[in-house]
Nanobody, 119 residues
């Protein structure tokens, strides 16, 4: 199973993007899912996470501008990013705690999708 992220791209400051991420294969169950981002030279930082019940946690400057959601039927996590700023430019990585079979829980990372915000 691999996590596949989509939706990155180039957007002007003030614009919006929606990222999505889903596993490529079948999954027995999905736990916490979320998004991190990383700028070259910096550590990967948490953007937002969401529990299976839908409880969301936001970190950093995305609070109030970003919304995380998930579709449990599709094991897909989304990140709606509004009012994008230059400093939101980064590679965004999705992650998920997945069980491909009963009791077999592992952490998975997506390949990263570039978000570039221009002035």
């Amino acid at each position: 199973v691999q996590l596949q992220a989509f939706g990155g791209g180039l957007v002007q400051a003030g614009g919006s993007l929606r990222l999505s991420c889903a596993p490529s294969g079948s999954v027995f169950s999905a736990g916490t899912m979320g998004w991190y981002r990383q700028v070259p030279g910096n550590e990967r930082e948490l953007v937002a996470s969401i529990s299976p019940a839908g409880g969301a946690n936001y970190a950093g400057s995305g609070k109030g501008r970003f919304t995380i959601s998930r579709d449990n039927a599709k094991n897909t996590v989304y990140l709606q990013m509004n009012s994008l700023k230059l400093e939101d430019t980064a590679v965004y990585y999705c992650y998920a705690r997945l069980a491909v079979r009963l009791g077999d829980w592992l952490n998975y990372w997506g390949q990263g999708t570039q978000v570039t915000v221009s002035s």
